[in-house]
């Protein structure tokens, strides 16, 4: 007979074993017990500093109604039409994305005529109605003039953060529309100066308020844009029925010099500049031919961008 001294070595060997089969089981299955907490995540500090904020801007005392979130009201106030997504998914969400793709597309296909200007006003009052849209949960007992003010201030809102300093970037760094004989060209501002070559298109500054031709001639500041005729340390000859570089001929332009010449100097291009001429007084053509050569040497300093030939299916420069 086993005394109880052999039951319990014989168990505590049992136990023993069990504990060991399962724990290598857990082991093997990746399983973790729920005994000791996670790891903290390497985004896990975000969430503190975030809330940290929110508790410091006294966020956490307002209390939204269950069908507005934070969230929801970022997203809406980023991106044009889904405020009304989120509200109204059903009925009115898809042709409001819908809507604000179309008027967005038109925008950049129209770039620089007066429907581009329509059909950002209409993204902008899309926007907004749609943002109130979702926020209205919010103002079920308020009066019509709080509503008024609220989607005033959703206006002005989207319209100073968003809409004008996106369109004040895409001027400076991307494009920029100018008109030429009544078409407008589309500038591509991201173009390096160093890729430029004769006979390319290059937009430039004019600079304002300085007198050329003795006093007799005054240039208003704002952008010219025409071909590259010759480029730096290229030589340009005038006369009575021609212009050449390097002994090249071309025929003559609007009040360009019957004699003389130059050189082009270096870090310039040789643009001749197509600009409007309003004339007060008696003005000799000589006069007017010399501040047109003046102008004509453009500095790498005054560049602003090339056009593009097309701007989709438009052709903007002929070959």
């Known amino acids: 007979m086993e005394s109880w001294s052999d039951w319990s070595s014989i168990f505590q060997h049992s136990n023993d074993s069990f504990i060991h089969v399962f724990m290598t089981k857990a082991e093997s299955t990746g399983t973790v017990s729920s005994y000791y907490p996670p790891r903290a995540r390497w985004y896990s500090r975000v969430f503190y500093w975030g809330g940290a904020l929110r508790r410091r801007l006294a966020l956490d005392r307002v209390q939204l109604p269950r069908e507005v979130t934070l969230g929801g009201l970022v997203a809406g106030f980023l991106v044009p039409g889904l405020a009304v997504q989120l509200r109204d998914p059903e009925r009115w969400g898809k042709p409001a994305l819908a809507s ?123 952008l010219g844009l025409g071909p590259v005729l010759a480029m730096a340390g290229d030589r340009v000859e005038f006369s009575t029925n021609a212009f050449t570089v390097n002994g090249r001929p071309n025929s003559l332009l609007p009040h360009m010099p019957t004699s003389g010449g130059l050189t082009v100097p270096e870090n310039n291009w040789f643009v001749w500049p197509n600009v409007g001429i309003s004339g007060h007084g008696n003005v000799s053509e000589d006069r007017i031919s010399s501040a047109m050569l003046q102008m004509a040497n453009v500095k790498r300093t005054q560049f602003v961008g090339k056009p593009y030939k097309r701007w989709l299916w438009r052709r903007q420069i002929s070959p």
């Open 100 to 222: 604000c793709a179309f008027l967005l597309l038109s925008f950049f296909v129209w770039f620089g005529y007066p429907a581009a200007n329509i059909a950002f006003g209409l993204l902008l009052a899309i926007h907004t109605i749609g943002l109130v849209y979702y926020c209205r949960p919010l103002f079920r007992e308020e009066p019509l003039q709080a509503r008024l003010w609220f989607t005033l201030l959703t206006l002005l809102g989207l319209g100073l953060l968003i809409y004008l300093p996106v369109r004040n970037v895409i001027l400076r760094h991307w494009l920029v529309p100018l008109r030429l004989n009544g078409q407008v060209m589309v500038v591509q501002r991201q173009f390096p100066a160093e890729a430029i070559q004769r006979g390319d298109w290059i937009a430039y500054r004019l600079h304002g308020n300085e007198e050329w031709g003795e006093g007799a001639v005054y240039v208003r500041s704002g």
